[in-house]
């Protein structure tokens, strides 16, 4: 280690692991601050211990296009514990399933509408309108950014079956909100990402998803690495304040009162934690309003241990016309092999959950097994084993109208002083390969600063 600089990382989730990981990689000195007890910020496993078992905070989908997240997982060495099924299933009331190929031949027939009853003149319909959307996203009309995913799926004319077995629940997945409120620049920006990526590494991006819990996923072999290298991590660490003198970073202020020297920062704290820490960078007015205007988007997660199995044809299944109560099951015996001596365990999410994260437990649990019991028939005679229902108010940033354009660069004005993390601006809308990539740029920046010099 011949840099004798201090690096310092606020912020143990993704955009932290990766920043603390990466930094490390490149010989350098650094301590990972952390709020709370453990890592993994909002990716982590979470113990249910009734059942004897560990699920996550909530289901987490993989894009084949996370290139960052790749990079990650290959630094920590759980690459392994990526599966991509190449398929997906949607699920209609009365129990009617169609499967959805995302390679090859049937990926086509998915973009033309997989709806079972789609007219000819539908998926015609749907091909043209699906040509004119990839257009769309690649050459963007100026008036994107005021539209609404739902108001430009009706300007592009995608028919109502296309919409039902495919776009809204994609676009759902992708931002979080119901495409009502979602921003369709959001969206266009991902699609194109999406595209571009296709081209790059000549094969759709498809989705994919963990063979493990988050925990073993993201954390424990970013353990391993800052063992190796010496990366001082120090949990329940709060940092109040980033100090800055003469234009460069001199260290943090914890909430202890003490003092943290450093010379360089990654600062990877969400935008609901933000406040306060840049009260010494000159543009930080902008940052604190961009991040109150970006909002919250809550999700509701559900790990639901049933007495049976449902039934389900794949890994994970899209609940057509569930949204508010359940827009995906996951089937974690498929995902995991698990064994079901103590249940057969399905892990349900409800994303822009808006109404649904005021409810009790209970309440939850009933209005999903209500909504279970119309669409599997084999859930009709089903008894709950252990319920453990995640609410997640700040779940993501939120990406409705309005939004697109607000999210700050990894660059500050302070060339020491970085910022990553989901929010950040990036390629791609609130996920995880948003942090990995804002930490891939925010080290970036770091390791770009010129050598100190000797005396
Ligand atoms: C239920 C749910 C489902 C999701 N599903 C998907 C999905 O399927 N696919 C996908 O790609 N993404 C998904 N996401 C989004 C993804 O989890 C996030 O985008 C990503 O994990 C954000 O990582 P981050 O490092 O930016 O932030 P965080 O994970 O929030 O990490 C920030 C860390 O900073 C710490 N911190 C905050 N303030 C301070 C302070 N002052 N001092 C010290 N430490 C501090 C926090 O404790 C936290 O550990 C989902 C999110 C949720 C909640």
Not at 314 to 325: L, N, P, Q, S, T
Not at 338 to 345: A, K, P
Not at 381 to 400: L, N, W
Not at 421 to 442: F, I, K, Y
Request: net charge neutral; hydrophobic share 40%; proline share 5%.
């Amino acid at each position: 280690m011949n840099d004798p600089r201090h690096y310092v990382v606020i912020g143990g989730g993704l955009a932290g692991l990766a920043s603390a990981v990466w930094l490390a990689e490149a010989g350098k000195r650094v301590t990972l601050l952390e709020r709370r007890g453990r890592l993994g910020g909002r990716t982590h496993a979470l113990a249910a211990p009734p059942v004897d078992d560990v699920p996550d905070n909530g289901q987490h989908v993989i894009a084949s296009g996370y290139d960052h997240l790749f990079r990650y997982l290959t630094s920590v060495g759980t690459r392994r514990y990526v599966a991509f099924p190449h398929q997906g299933v949607l699920r209609w009331p009365g129990g009617r399933a169609t499967v959805m190929a995302t390679k090859g031949f049937g990926a086509l027939r998915t973009f033309l509408g997989a709806h079972p009853d789609a007219s000819p003149a539908d998926r015609i319909r749907a091909g043209i309108a699906t040509a004119r959307l990839g257009w769309e996203c690649l050459n963007q009309p100026a008036d994107l950014a005021d539209l609404s995913t739902e108001q430009w799926f009706e300007r592009i004319g995608m028919p109502a079956t296309a919409r039902e077995a495919l776009w809204d629940w994609l676009a759902l997945g992708i931002a979080a909100e119901p495409v009502r409120q979602e921003s369709a620049k959001v969206f266009a920006d991902v699609l194109a990402t999406g595209i571009r990526l296709g081209i790059r590494h000549r094969r759709p991006v498809t989705i994919g998803y963990p063979t493990t819990d988050l925990d073993t996923l993201f954390v424990t072999g970013a353990e391993r690495v800052f063992e190796q290298h010496g990366v001082d991590v120090r949990y329940r660490a709060v940092v109040r304040r980033i100090n800055i003198h003469d234009g460069a970073v001199s260290g943090v202020l914890l909430a202890d009162g003490t003092e943290l020297p450093a010379d360089a920062v990654v600062c990877a704290v969400p935008n609901s934690n933000i406040g306060g820490l840049l009260d010494d960078l000159p543009e930080h007015n902008e940052i604190y309003s961009a991040a109150d205007k970006l909002g919250y988007t809550p999700i509701v997660s559900t790990n639901l241990y049933l007495d049976r199995p449902l039934g389900t044809k794949g890994e994970f299944e899209a609940i057509i016309g569930g949204v508010g109560v359940i827009d995906e099951v996951f089937d974690r015996q498929r995902m995991h092999q698990r064994d079901t001596s103590r249940g057969w365990l399905y892990c349900l999410t409800t994303s822009g959950a808006y109404e649904q994260i005021h409810k009790s437990q209970e309440e939850v649990v009933a209005e999903q097994m209500a909504l279970l019991r119309r669409y599997y028939p084999a859930a009709r005679e089903a008894k709950v084993v252990h319920a453990q229902v995640v609410p997640m108010p700040r779940a993501t940033f939120s990406q409705v109208v309005g939004t697109d354009g607000l999210r700050p660069d990894q660059r500050t004005s302070v060339p020491t002083l970085v910022l990553a993390g989901d929010w950040t601006r990036t390629d791609w809308s609130a996920t995880m390969e948003s942090a990995a990539q804002s930490a891939a740029r925010a080290v970036d920046l770091l390791l770009a600063l010129p050598a100190p010099v000797a005396v």
